[in-house]
């Protein structure tokens, strides 16, 4: 029960910055994936909200992606992680750790959890285990630099002009 | 994520997680992409040193070896480039259990260098540039003949 993904970026901006970067601005940097939809009717507007990670759906309903069990502003952010799909059984989870490097942050993405979710799953795609992790992680990549875009246009002071 | 142009090494080890650990003390090389496994074994990894990247595997298929297993017989060497100290670098590198080959030294091109084994017998070699030599200036230094394609 160890799978994981790792998947680490420096941005050029304090931890502060990146952290509420992260939670604040999800909408905007997020760059949603039609392989790991959290549901067939994804995607929405992703937002942290109530201590939860939800996606704001186009058919208006809100689908609870996990709660957050760490909330350290610059430092360290846990939360679940579940597509609608998922038996109860099912559970994986995400920690984001922001460490101070020079004048930047390293930011690092931990996703554990998916040895819950069984070979046969829907979720899964059919892929062995190490290539769906390699799919999964190559889009959190992906997402790590999109908000480092993010990160940088507001630390740069571009504020809302980066919105798109 | 698209890659650009460019190249990658993938470097394989017996332990590919100790090789990970290893090379963050010895090198500074930063952990980018990791994947792991049922088993928690090293699928797929990435680390960073400045812009570029290397990739770290264990002996995946027949064709590939570390070094420890074939006798520490290597067919490529990596050369790190730094901004910065060489002496130091190769200081926290041995102390990270480096077997320093050949120690720090100022070459007729200009660098100052350092060469050394890994933990699993790799050959590294470490280089900053100290000094701008000219093309004229680095042929009576050596006795070589030194083409450079025009840019």
């Known amino acids: 029960m160890s799978s994981r993904i790792v998947v680490s970026l420096r941005i050029a901006a304090s931890p502060e910055v990146v952290f509420d970067a992260f939670v604040d601005d999800i909408a905007v940097w997020w760059r949603p ?9 994804s995607p929405g507007v992703m937002a942290f909200e109530d201590g939860r990670l939800v996606e704001r759906l186009p058919n208006g309903k809100v689908f609870e992606v996990g709660v957050v069990s760490v909330w350290e502003r610059g430092a360290r952010l846990v939360f679940g992680w579940r597509q609608a799909a998922f038996t109860p059984d099912m559970n ?6 922001f460490e101070a490097v020079g004048e930047g942050t390293r930011v690092t993405v931990e996703h554990r959890g998916w040895d819950s979710v069984p070979a046969p799953h829907v979720a899964r795609h059919g892929f062995p285990n190490a290539a769906f992790l390699a799919r999964h992680g190559e889009w959190w990549r992906n997402l790590l630099a999109g908000l480092a875009a993010r990160a940088n246009s507001v630390h740069l002071g571009a504020g809302d002009e980066g919105l798109s | 994520m698209s890659n650009p142009a460019g190249l990658i090494s993938a470097v394989t080890y017996r332990d590919p997680k100790a090789a990970l650990a290893w090379l963050e003390a010895a090198f500074g090389f930063e952990l980018v992409f990791l994947i792991e496994g049922e088993d928690a074994s090293v699928a797929h990894a990435e ?3 400045g812009a570029s990247r290397v990739m770290i595997g264990g002996e995946w298929s027949p064709a590939h070896a570390s070094p420890a297993s074939i006798g520490g017989k290597t067919t490529q060497t990596i050369h790190i480039y730094i901004e910065g100290d060489v002496d130091a670098h190769c200081q926290t590198a041995a102390a990270a259990g480096a077997e320093i080959v050949e120690p720090p030294a100022t070459q007729f091109y200009g660098a100052r260098t350092y060469r050394c084994r890994d933990l699993e017998g790799h050959l590294w070699t470490v280089s900053a540039d100290v000094e701008t030599v000219s093309v004229e200036e680095m042929e009576r230094r050596s006795g070589l003949k030194i083409t450079v394609a025009k840019g």
């Open chain 1, 33 to 41: 994936n039609g392989l790991f939809a959290f549901t067939p009717r």
């Open chain 2, 47 to 49: 680390m960073s040193h």
């Open chain 1, 92 to 97: 994986t989870e995400v920690e984001v750790r």
